[in-house]
């Protein structure tokens, strides 16, 4: 069975701290994946997609990689700020289907 | 205004009622998704589309049916509505072609099934 997890479920940091969000994934035969956004109220916002061929995608101070062979990937944020406070959702797509993980549960304290 | 609409935002309804959520989107995807979220369980796929004559079943479809009115229209609906349908449900567009696609998803539709 394809299984995503995320780890931590919750994590709180005050502010200016550098943090990694991490994603595992069962099945390594995987097209892409992605790391999404979400806000209380609000859809998901697309973040970063990582094809299956690549290593990393970087997006200001977002970086994310993508180690197939271990099944892993990391959201890495640098220099934490309130504003990105959110739920993180990792997301790997197999052929036609997307499965998603739980999600991170982000609090960055003032 | 919106890439992907969803009514209803909000709806608190009983049990054996029929609901009905609409999606519209205004993207020209031809690939148009119903997801459920509850606490803990991530994002599950109820039904896709990839055309308007095309409609697929996803992992927890049961109770669940779909009708694609148009490019632009994905409704999903609820015959009998039981509380364990207690959810927010997520609409999603994206492009054709596996490999790079990057969702779309509207804002969702909080259901409360009492």
């Known amino acids: 069975k394809q299984e995503v997890t995320q780890i931590p479920a919750a994590l709180s940091v005050p502010e200016g701290e550098n943090l990694v969000l991490n994603c595992s994934f069962t099945?390594?035969?995987?097209?892409?994946l992605q790391w999404f956004r979400q806000d209380p109220g609000k859809g998901l916002t697309s973040l970063l997609l990582?094809?299956?061929?690549?290593r990393e995608q970087t997006s200001g101070r977002l970086n994310a990689s993508l180690d197939k062979s271990s099944g892993r990937s990391t959201l890495y944020i640098a220099a934490s700020q309130p504003g990105d406070s959110a739920t993180y959702l990792c997301?790997?797509?197999?052929?036609?289907?997307?499965?998603f993980g739980a999600g991170t549960i982000l609090r960055v304290k003032s | 205004d919106a890439d992907v609409t969803q009514t209803p935002r909000n709806r608190i309804t009983k049990t054996g009622k029929r609901i009905m959520l609409e999606c519209s989107q205004t993207?020209?995807?031809?690939?148009m998704y119903w997801y459920r979220q509850d606490p803990g369980l991530g994002l599950r796929l109820i039904y896709y589309?990839?055309?308007?004559?095309?409609?697929n079943k996803g992992e927890i479809s049961d109770g669940y049916s779909v009708s694609r009115q148009a490019q632009a229209k994905f409704s999903l609906s609820l015959e009998s509505a039981i509380p364990n349908q207690t959810a927010l449900y997520f609409c999603?567009?994206?492009?054709?072609?596996?490999?790079?696609?990057?969702?779309?998803f509207g804002a969702g539709s909080r259901l409360t099934v009492l």
């Open positions: 099945d390594s035969a995987i097209y892409n």
């Open positions: 589309s990839f055309d308007v004559k095309d409609i």
């Open positions: 990582i094809q299956s061929s690549q």
């Open positions: 999603a567009t994206s492009g054709a072609g596996t490999g790079a696609n990057v969702l779309t």
């Open positions: 993207k020209g995807h031809d690939r």
């Open positions: 997301a790997v797509e197999y052929g036609n289907k997307l499965v």
